[in-house]
């Protein structure tokens, strides 16, 4: 089956502003951030502590929730930002319950090189990796043990997430399309380096599944879907049961 189109040319969106040269675009209610408030409910409920009131976990899950989806939206945004770098802006920048998703009508739109489609799908892991380093030192000025050091740990952790898992070679990830034109600027043919992206996601399927499975033995309850979830995309791609 095909990943269906977050938005096409033709279908009817509402155009809310410009970031980076690229409209930012809803559909209906779309715009409703149900996303933040459904992630910040479950960190809520899991940032429980001993002697720690509800007033304190609705604030600890909302700091959270805001570094990592906060997080997220920069990744996006920093993709933009590198596709008007490059000249070749996003087509659409769409708002799905709150969270932006990266549209391009045309992944393989023969006016980009591949060196410009490398330097798009870079620019959301390169920002993720630069935060890295003022969120660990933000962390270190946190006493162990406190609701800042939790915040901070998870801010971090979010950070490493993103950069990690965007950089797997699954096609509208952002390491897939790294491969592929890396692939592809090296001389291979369109054919082969998608073969040579779908051959990499059989074996990344593996090897998250087996993460997946030591994660739930640990009671890593969390990491363990996550993990699952990345594994089964994987070999769905390297099976051809999504295509690109």
Request: charged content about 15%; overall charge positive.
């Amino acid at each position: 089956m095909k990943k269906p189109p977050v938005v096409t040319p033709d279908e009817a969106v509402d155009v809310v502003g410009y970031m980076f040269g690229t409209p930012v675009v809803v559909k209906g209610r779309t715009w409703l951030p149900l996303t933040q408030v459904a992630v910040w409910a479950y960190l809520a409920k899991i940032s429980d502590k001993p002697g720690r009131s509800w007033l304190a976990r609705l604030a600890v899950g909302f700091l959270k929730m805001a570094a990592a989806l906060g997080s997220e939206w920069l990744h996006n945004l920093a993709h933009a930002a590198a596709a008007r770098l490059v000249d070749k802006p996003m087509d659409a920048l769409r708002v799905a319950w709150g969270m932006p998703l990266v549209v391009y009508y045309e992944p393989n739109d023969p006016s980009v090189t591949p060196e410009q489609h490398i330097a798009r799908s870079l620019g959301g892991p390169v920002l993720n990796a630069g935060l890295i380093v003022p969120l660990a030192g933000l962390r270190r000025m946190t006493k162990p043990g406190t609701a800042a050091r939790e915040v901070c740990d998870f801010a971090v952790g979010s950070n490493v997430f993103l950069g990690t898992a965007g950089m797997l070679p699954i096609p509208f990830f952002d390491g897939g399309p790294v491969l592929k034109w890396s692939l592809v600027r090296r001389g291979h043919s369109m054919s082969a380096a998608d073969e040579t992206v779908r051959a990499a996601n059989r074996s990344v399927g593996v090897v998250l599944s087996i993460a997946s499975a030591l994660a739930l033995l640990k009671r890593k309850f969390l990491i363990a879907w996550f993990l699952g979830f990345l594994g089964a995309v994987a070999a769905a791609v390297g099976y051809g049961l999504i295509e690109e």
